[in-house]
């Protein structure tokens, strides 16, 4: 029973992530390239996916999950260091949930509920940061095509290959690092041993 409440528990917040991302992106749809919204509807819809897999006994790979947690604690620690007053980030309505509760709730769920258990640690850590990576090179590309960034902390102009190459493996460093510190954290505090 307690198996089943939990899968029901991830597919009632992937619902929820999903609809808050578009409550909040669609009346800017063109806004929809950022990464809060990509992250939150991958994490929506991963979370449903699980836990329609776990009704049954099984479940997606660990390291979508990976992924997925280390992709949402950057966009909230992004959020939260806005809070300084360096930059502006959304907090309103809907944005607070896709900014601040759904990250917490999909690292608590990796952390608590996430069977990442097998495999060796290097290799599970070498494939946490794909979709950080994909992104990125995704805001390069659309940024060598529209002529700006998502988040414009760089003019295109300014950011040769050579530079977004070192800030590709500089994101691949720091994510793989977040990942670790996830992982250590899921295989002492996991509850479905």
Not at 46 to 61: E, F, Q, T, Y
Request: hydrophobic share 55%; glycine share 8%.
């Amino acid at each position: 029973m307690k198996k089943n409440n939990l899968a029901i528990a991830k597919i009632i917040t992937g619902i929820c992530m999903m609809t808050a991302a578009l409550i909040g992106y669609i009346p800017e749809p063109e806004l929809m390239v950022e990464f809060s919204f990509m992250s939150n509807v991958t994490g929506g819809l991963a979370l449903l996916i699980d836990g329609i897999l776990n009704l049954k006994g099984r479940s997606i790979p660990a390291v979508i999950h990976r992924n997925i947690c280390a992709g949402l604690f950057i966009v909230f620690a992004v959020c939260m260091l806005s809070l300084t007053g360096a930059y502006h980030m959304n907090f309103k309505g809907a944005f607070f949930f896709i900014h601040v509760v759904f990250p917490l709730l999909y690292m608590l769920c990796y952390v608590f509920a996430c069977d990442d258990s097998k495999g060796k640690t290097i290799r599970k850590l070498f494939a946490s940061p794909v979709l950080m990576i994909l992104y990125f090179v995704f805001d390069y590309i659309l940024g060598q095509c529209r002529g700006f960034f998502v988040y414009g902390f760089a003019e295109v102009e300014e950011l040769s290959v050579l530079a977004g190459l070192i800030v590709l493996a500089s994101v691949y460093v720091l994510v793989f690092f977040i990942s670790w510190g996830f992982l250590a954290l899921n295989r002492k505090f996991r509850l479905m041993k």
